[in-house]
């Protein structure tokens, strides 16, 4: 299904689940889908229709929902896309709005915990709670160190094949031969600048908000984010989750649900 949000942009989605039931929004991580996070990769949407109404979305640019071009590209270093986590944020806003499911419990993978960071921050009114995995609130030293290379276009075409061809499956073949490299482009400029905020920045915040963060997350535990993020958050938990890495959610399924359905049952009026 596609929805058009107020700034003109088509997003598509799936709902899943009992109309009437406990609304769930689901953000994937950059470069994926929708579908390919929470469908394929995991079962976590599947699981959570049992009991919750479920949106599962791809952001703008990705998969199915349509990119937004800049008029130019010469004054932004990330490209021509307009690619942010703030843009998106709104996107997800109006569609839960629209689908008259607000607020709902946000749950965002990597870039997707960010983006649900984002709606916690910006769009208090479309949400009740939310579950960052491997979010972020500042930019430590780490990221632009390793994001530019590890996201590198041409690295990625010569070293790593078989994610260049998943995402032409997923991007491409909606937006254009070489669209993935584009999309790179755009997440990787985003991902080093944003979001770099302080505590003071956060204080609003007072939705309950559950910090998952895998022991082993090469990204995230240089920065102890989800630490810091549980510091920042007046009214957020922690867990680090042992043996797992940078997506918990498909490397303990169980106990990703398990803690997930806690933070929904404290979400609730």
């Not at 769930?24 to 919750?52: K, P, Y």
């Amino acid at each position: 299904m596609f929805f058009t949000t107020t700034q003109g942009n088509r997003i598509y989605y799936q709902a899943v689940g009992e109309p009437n039931a406990r609304p769930v929004l689901l953000i994937h991580g950059s470069t994926m889908t929708g579908a390919q996070d929470f469908c394929v990769e995991s079962t976590l949407a599947a699981r959570l229709a049992e009991t919750c109404r479920v949106i599962v979305p791809d952001c703008r640019g990705h998969g199915q929902s349509d990119p937004v071009w800049r008029d130019s590209e010469e004054s932004y270093p990330g490209g021509p896309l307009v690619y942010s986590f703030s843009a998106m944020a709104r996107d997800l806003a109006d569609l839960l709005i629209h689908l008259d499911v607000a607020p709902a419990v946000v749950m965002g993978h990597s870039n997707g915990g960010n983006v649900a960071l984002y709606m916690l921050k910006e769009q208090p009114r479309a949400t009740r709670g939310g579950v960052l995995l491997a979010a972020y609130a500042y930019i430590d030293a780490h990221l632009p160190a390793s994001v530019p290379r590890g996201m590198n276009p041409d690295r990625v075409a010569a070293e790593s094949p078989e994610w260049m061809h998943e995402m032409q499956q997923h991007h491409d073949l909606h937006h254009g031969p070489g669209y993935w490299r584009l999309l790179l482009r755009a997440t990787i400029y985003e991902t080093v600048t944003h979001p770099n905020w302080t505590a003071a920045d956060l204080t609003h915040i007072t939705v309950p908000v559950l910090c998952v963060q895998g022991a082993q997350d090469g990204v995230n535990v240089p920065g102890q984010h989800a630490q810091t993020l549980v510091r920042w958050l007046p009214n957020a938990e922690l867990w680090v989750a042992e043996n797992s890495g940078h997506s918990v959610h498909h490397e303990l399924p169980d106990e990703f649900l398990a803690q997930m359905l806690l933070l929904i049952k404290r979400s609730q009026p």
